[in-house]
């Protein structure tokens, strides 16, 4: 990779937002991390974020609800989405590698790829582990993957080294004055990377939860008992970088047609499963739970997608109302 010495962020960010939509994590006032859009004049500093922002980044491509075709007097017309170019300025290694995980399950899908192809990604490493984050041990980060970003920023002492991982990434530079970084920042970055990776330990319990739900160790019992705090809100599949269930939505449309949406949907809902018959193969919360979990570590995925469907963000561990986030889980499934 070719990599550049960076004296500001701030300077790339404004290049970049040049000619491109732009977007980065920003606190909202209410102490939490949203993606906002930045003009190219905004000077407020770039920091990288202690936690991930509420939301991944994954309603930038996989919307939240959104027309998909109409149907009008016995023809099916697109409804393609409108879409601008745009860069996501400061994405964390999970979550870019959940952004890849997502580009393999919609690979097809010609709304996620259209706006997949208008963005340039803009990842950054983390100096320091987030509190519920788990992600070295899930081979998600803490450095950022080069396969999954266009350029990467890691920050080192009071300089910035900024990395060229793909060719709109290169392309992106151009008109940007940028001197080559020394050869040493390399070494840096990967003892930063160890740190962090020390600063997460060894979170055991996801290793022995992840044997035990794939050795099909864990009774019905257990999973009723986890199943008993699901209040099926549906946080942790909204905020989780992977989880890609959605539903159809059929609306009236013009001249008695209709316009066929998509929804997201939770499979921690009652009836997300739900058969036209009345027959529901995870009629309980533990069977939803346990269907939930073998989705992130359950080795017929790994083997589908190449890796397991969770990188280790810790969202469901700061939202669960219950409190059966990842770590809960795995401790409560892998216990002997
Ligand atoms: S966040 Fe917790 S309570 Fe809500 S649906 Fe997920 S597991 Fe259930
Ligand atoms: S299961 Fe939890 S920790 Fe894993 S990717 Fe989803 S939200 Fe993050």
Redesign the pocket.
Known sequence: MQAYELDRPERLRAHLACTRQLYQPLADGQGTLRWQRLNADDERPFVVPAEPPVFSAKAFFFAEREALFRYENGQFIPLPPAVHPQVLFGLAA?DLT?VAYQDRFFASDPHYQARRAATLLVGVDCAHSCR???CAM?DSGPEVRPHTADLILCPLEQRWLLLVASEPGEQALTGLALQPAPADWARQRDAQALQVAVEQGEQTEIALGCAALNGETVDSQTWEALGLRCLGCSG?TS?????SCFAPLQQPGVAGGVVQERVWDSCLYQGFQKEASGHNPSATPGQRVQR??YH?FGDDFRQRFGRD?????????AVCPGGI??HQVMKRIGQP
């Open positions: 999970c959940a519920h984050g788990f899930m942790c905020v989780c970088p992977t989880c939930f979990w992130k469907g969770c990188v280790g963000c810790g969202r469901c561990d986030g990842v």
